[in-house]
């Protein structure tokens, strides 16, 4: 049983550009979270969705963020035009159903040049 | 605000003795408890729960005590294995409001010297 996959796991990007992180949760999960870890701190909550709905968004950014999980497919999470304090790890969980023990990627680790 | 506190931010034990990790958290509405265990370049990895209506939980070599008048919870592994040397998270959930959202500590980075 796969566990849950995030793609890329690096990624480098320019000031200004967009960036695509993507999750595949467990299978058999239907509830996804992502979670943000910058350098020298814990986790922190950004978001959790169910197939096709944003269950909890408090702790995304207002702006250049958002997330989906589309019908079909993976869990995308887009930052536009991203800044430097935008690097960091993001983590995403997955959960068979609104359970608190949720299952996590290896992470992908976003760089800001 | 850190509703979910790790006041020591490193432990060094020797192997085959006790490690305790220790976490505080400040909002009562918290009823569901997990520590999660990180290597370097991973995502964490799901340890062990507690439910606040348990004061106890055990599973192998981890253990975690739930003391709800203080608000404190604690993780005991024993015997410490150098494998066991990570950094260490607790985490909290609440089912109200909403449930599926967990509040991380700062994490406690173990170090079991053979």
């Known amino acids: 049983n796969a566990g849950v996959m995030q793609n890329p796991r690096h990624l480098v990007r320019r000031r200004g550009q967009e960036a695509r992180l993507r999750c595949s949760p467990m299978?058999?999960?239907?509830?996804v979270y992502w979670y943000r870890q910058l350098p020298e701190e814990g986790l922190k909550f950004m978001v959790y969705l169910q197939k096709e709905n944003i269950i909890d968004e408090s702790g995304m950014p207002k702006e250049r963020f958002s997330a989906e999980f589309p019908k079909e497919g993976p869990s995308i999470l887009r930052i536009q035009q991203v800044v430097r304090g935008d690097s960091a790890a993001y983590f995403c969980?997955?959960?068979?159903?609104?359970?608190?023990?949720?299952?996590f990627g290896p992470g992908t680790r976003l760089t800001v040049t | 605000d850190q509703q979910v506190k790790q006041n020591s931010p490193s432990l060094s034990v020797q192997e085959g003795r006790i490690s305790i990790l220790n976490c505080d958290y400040t909002n009562s509405m918290f009823d569901y408890f997990l520590w999660y265990k990180k290597y370097p370049a991973e995502g964490p990895t799901f340890l062990i729960s507690?439910?606040?209506?348990?004061d106890k939980n055990e599973d192998g070599r981890f253990t975690v005590f739930l003391n709800k008048s203080a608000k404190h919870l604690s993780l005991h592994i024993v015997p410490s294995q150098p494998g066991d040397s990570a950094v260490y998270f607790c985490a909290a959930s609440a089912a109200f409001p909403q449930g599926g959202k967990l509040i991380f500590g700062q994490g406690t980075e173990l170090s079991v010297k053979p």
């Open positions: 507690i439910s606040s209506i348990k």
């Open positions: 969980a997955s959960s068979h159903w609104p359970a608190y023990e949720q299952y």
């Open positions: 299978k058999g999960h239907s509830h």
